[in-house]
Nanobody, 121 residues
Framework: QVQLVESGGGSVQAGGSLRLSCAAS????????VGWFRQPTGKEREWVAY???????GYSDSVKGRFTISRDNAKNTLYLQMNSLKTEDTGMYFC???????????????WGQGTQVTVSS
């Protein structure tokens, strides 16, 4: 059974930073895509960033230049460094993993339980 456990969420003022972590059970090398999604309250879940097994990365336009995704396969951990946070970044953040397929749609095989990020003005 694959488990993904996020941590690092919290409350921060606009302009601040947070670093999210996602600890994965098993070998992260086996997954083609690992990524971060977020879901603001009352809105649909949206893709934020992904990193491929070959370390190529992609970001949504809304976070490009402010967020950095990284993976440490030796530690089976995924990270999301979030800088210059805005109030619109508020939401529940989920990490997810899949073996094949698009890295930007929501059809991932495995999901964490989420960690809340709240950005205040």
């Amino acid at each position: 059974q694959v488990q993904l456990v996020e941590s690092g969420g919290g409350s921060v003022q606009a302009g601040g930073s947070l670093r999210l972590s996602c600890a994965a059970s098993g070998n992260m090398d086996r997954w083609g895509c690992v990524g971060w999604f977020r879901q603001p309250t009352g809105k649909e879940r949206e893709w934020v960033a992904y990193v491929l097994s070959g370390y190529a990365k992609g970001y949504s336009d809304s976070v490009k230049g402010r967020f950095t995704i990284s993976r440490d396969n030796a530690k089976n951990t995924l990270y999301l460094q979030m800088n210059s946070l805005k109030t619109e970044d508020t939401g529940m953040y989920f990490c997810a993993a899949r073996s094949t397929g698009s890295c930007t749609d929501g059809n991932y095989n495995y999901w964490g339980q989420g960690t809340q990020v709240t950005v205040s003005s």
